[in-house]
């Protein structure tokens, strides 16, 4: 792969990504419909990796997983106004089955409320059947007309977990938004992706919710990308498809919706966040393979020899304590093709066993995410690598922190704010006084999209609104969105 | 539940299995698409659990799991001849993304040979690359004009695992298919079903496939059911989408290939095999909770709490040794309330806790299978349970094969197939002189399927053909088929 530097990121970023999904054994984008992608083994492996982080923190907090129809009749989308508006232009239509013309179109999800509403409907008769909290993992779909580019915006979003849940009162409701929020906090956290929180404007929230909240990241070419939603979905649905509940009292009421979603950008900001000239690099918890094992050769065949069993002894000692470790021994690979492969597919951790390191009864450990090479005793290395793994899993997400603290931009007129979104410095906060107009004049003024008031920070805020300079209590985010 | 006695199966059967997927909570059907169904939080834990089992298989024979894209363009499922003939009249096609119409329609994947192909043309460059050994369990989709019933006859087959293989030669070709039989075995005797391999007529194959080897297992409404296939393709994919590599002569040469596949039907036969009147009964490997622990309520507050307290003991000693185990611990409802809801579901052992049994140090434990009831000391519990689960799997599979072995029949004459196949018997053998005509005579005369010749019989056959009487070295199979 021709290397690209991550300081000439800023423009080639795309280019970058997308060489190294497919080098890298990711994804394969190269499929006969644009914006379709195929993940390959290796990248398969990834996003399970990643997505049993997901399912252990949804089921820790009495998710249940279930499967729902790909699907939607359009008289089953129709149903809540506001959602339909915006999804029946976004939509892949089925109209035949064989030559036949079906009587109902069908579409395939671009998102599941319209076909999980009509089974809430059958299955929740009492208080005691809520609240009730269901997940599933699918594959969505959009008609994107905008450039699609892999993983990042898909006409087939292979991997979105979408959350539905049922409530008896807008407070739980509430509550469960909050809930969201820590669990997708834990997730992204576990990538090590740094993000910031912002309730989005009321004229951008999910259709058909009453608010949403997103996480956003900034992409090393400055722009923001959207990468988890939650919305409080009121009882916009349950008054459309009529779900209601008994109450201990015995009237009958309808019950209160939130959503949540997140989808494979979550793994492409993984990628994109800890990636470098060299490849991914991956969080030692979602690496397929942790540790890469590669005896130096030795013109000797004895030593040779000796070099190949202290790398199995080493390979076997590792996994035992369930790490996940392999050697590579192909015979007519030099060592520094081998460096390069793994680099590129982000093994977060390579020992190198050579006739010196056996001879000193030690061990070459290079850690992928700094290149830094140090030598351990042979005799403490489960407990070496261990400690690395941990460190390094600390070191991207302090590192991505870092990064991202220094691409948000707290600033004081649309003039500044216009001046950075230009050259893309990130995200850039400016005081709001929360009218709707002040924040259309910012989105036009700045030419970018609004990400919302932040959810993520302690301070009261107080000054002026960059728009009409009256009070402003809130901070409105903005950035060139992916 | 109205329980619906397993003698009566032959004729409500198939209520029985509707009703059973519901109240069991396994799946629901009354989606609003017919033909779609919902797999609920418990059945998805057995799909997941039943999924590992054919996971672990493949993986641990050299296949790789991969995610492809569910549309197709027509343009791809035309290249081969034969496999668009059978498949586009049984297409949903997508002909619209909002309301722009498509200027290829897309097939919503049938089967996925030509959403492989493409990419296998890209990924295969030389002998190296062979063989390559991919997987994916993805939805599938057939516009079914027949009756479609719940998990064995769906218009989103929403479990398919389908493996896709690419070879150097024939020969390898014929030998994955050989081990492709041998991880199907695996699989089917992991869930305890019994089954029988047929080589499918040529009449009957995989479109565009050489030949076809299916698994059949028999209903008890005497039916018999698909539950896996097996197919040699040969080139003809190759040929169609110029699929090449370069051999160790440096010559280009088609690649060889293979594909076989299992759905939802896998689960759906392990439900009928093993369930009876009160409900389903799962194989302790595949059930989510493989021990459900019930203390029997008594009026005196300190027994009571002993009796919870030595449930809750054994429910940490269980899980402690890897065993899901449970306790049902509701207060307002009867333990033969909880007898029902549990056998219905399929739990596995029973473990039930009361004043006599603490007094004796003893827990009565009940098998779902048999519904017998044994004492166990509480001392060696951990064991017992162990024990009794093992020798439940075992008792399940052998079941299955003897009761499907009374259901075979080897008859001399198409009078004696006709009568048996009219009263629903099972799976007829006649002898065969190997001719085409008189198996379309055979299946004619008796107006079944022909599931086609033996592959799992190790005598050697030798008699009269039953339709011309000339001299027959095969036997032909065949039986109402699902």
């Known amino acids: 792969m021709a290397r690209i530097k991550r300081e000439k990121w800023s423009k080639k970023f795309g280019e970058w990504f997308r060489k190294v999904l497919v080098n890298a054994e990711l994804m394969d984008y190269r499929y006969p419909i644009k914006g379709c992608g195929v993940w390959l083994p290796y990248g398969f492996k990834v996003r399970s990796n990643v997505l049993q982080v997901l399912r252990n923190l949804l089921d820790a907090t009495g998710h249940h997983e279930a499967l729902f129809p790909l699907m939607i009749p359009e008289t089953s989308l129709k149903k809540e106004s506001t959602h339909v508006k915006s999804f029946e232009e976004e939509c892949y239509w089925v109209t035949h089955g064989g030559k036949k013309q079906l009587e109902i179109k069908y579409a395939l999800r671009p998102t599941s409320e319209t076909a999980i509403a009509p089974m809430l409907k059958l299955w929740i008769r009492s208080h005691k059947d809520l609240p009730l909290k269901l997940y599933q993992i699918v594959n969505v779909f959009r008609y994107e007309t905008k450039a699609t580019r892999p993983t990042l915006r898909m006409r087939e979003v292979s991997t979105f977990k979408e959350a539905h849940t049922s409530h008896a009162t807008f407070e739980d409701a509430e509550?469960?938004?909050?809930?969201?929020?820590?669990?997708?906090?834990?997730?992204?956290?576990?990538?090590?992706?740094?993000?910031?929180?912002?309730?989005?404007?009321?004229?951008?929230?999910?259709?058909?919710?009453?608010?949403?909240?997103?996480?956003?990241?900034?992409?090393?070419?400055?722009?923001s990308l959207q990468i988890g939603t939650v919305h409080n979905l009121g009882q916009n649905f349950s008054k459309a498809f009529e779900i209601t509940y008994e109450t201990e009292k015995g009237d009958q009421k309808h019950i209160w919706q939130t959503c949540y979603g997140i989808s494979e950008r979550g793994i492409a900001a993984m990628l994109i966040t800890h990636g470098d000239d060299n490849g991914v690099v991956l969080p030692p918890r979602i690496a397929p393979i942790q540790v890469i094992i590669i005896p130096i050769p030795h013109k000797e065949k004895e030593k040779e020899e000796a070099i190949v069993k202290a790398c199995k002894n080493v390979t076997a000692r590792l996994k035992k304590m369930g790490i996940s470790a392999e050697m590579d021994l192909r015979p007519d690979v030099t060592p520094g093709s081998k460096y390069f492969d793994w680099e590129l597919r982000g093994v977060p951790v390579r020992i190198e066993i050579g006739p010196r390191d056996l001879e000193n009864n030690e061990v070459t450990i290079v850690r992928r995410d700094t290149l830094e090479r140090q030598s351990f005793n042979i005799r403490n290395i489960e407990t070496a690598v261990k400690e690395l793994m941990e460190?390094?899993?600390?070191?991207?997400?302090?590192?991505?922190?870092?990064?991202?603290?220094?691409?948000?931009?707290?600033?004081?007129?649309?003039?500044?704010?216009?001046?950075?979104?230009?050259?893309?410095?990130?995200?850039?906060?400016?005081?709001?006084?929360?009218?709707?107009?002040?924040?259309?004049k910012l989105e036009e003024e700045?030419?970018?999209?609004?990400?919302?008031?932040?959810?993520?920070?302690?301070?009261?805020?107080?000054?002026?609104?960059?728009?009409?300079?009256?009070?402003?209590?809130?901070?409105?985010?903005a950035a060139i969105a992916y």
């Open 391 to 440: 460190k390094i899993a600390i070191d991207l997400q302090q590192k991505a922190w870092q990064w991202i603290s220094q691409r948000i931009y707290r600033v004081n007129s649309l003039e500044e704010a216009k001046k950075l979104l230009k050259k893309r410095a990130g995200i850039v906060e400016v005081l709001w006084c929360g009218n709707p107009e002040c924040g259309h």
């Open 175 to 223: 509550a469960q938004v909050k809930e969201a929020i820590e669990i997708y906090k834990g997730y992204f956290d576990a990538l090590g992706i740094a993000y910031r929180i912002s309730k989005r404007p009321d004229w951008d929230k999910f259709p058909g919710a009453l608010y949403s909240v997103a996480f956003d990241t900034v992409c090393p070419d400055g722009r």
């Open 446 to 477: 700045v030419n970018a999209r609004v990400l919302g008031t932040p959810q993520d920070l302690e301070k009261k805020i107080d000054g002026k609104c960059v728009a009409c300079r009256k009070k402003a209590e809130n901070l409105l985010r």
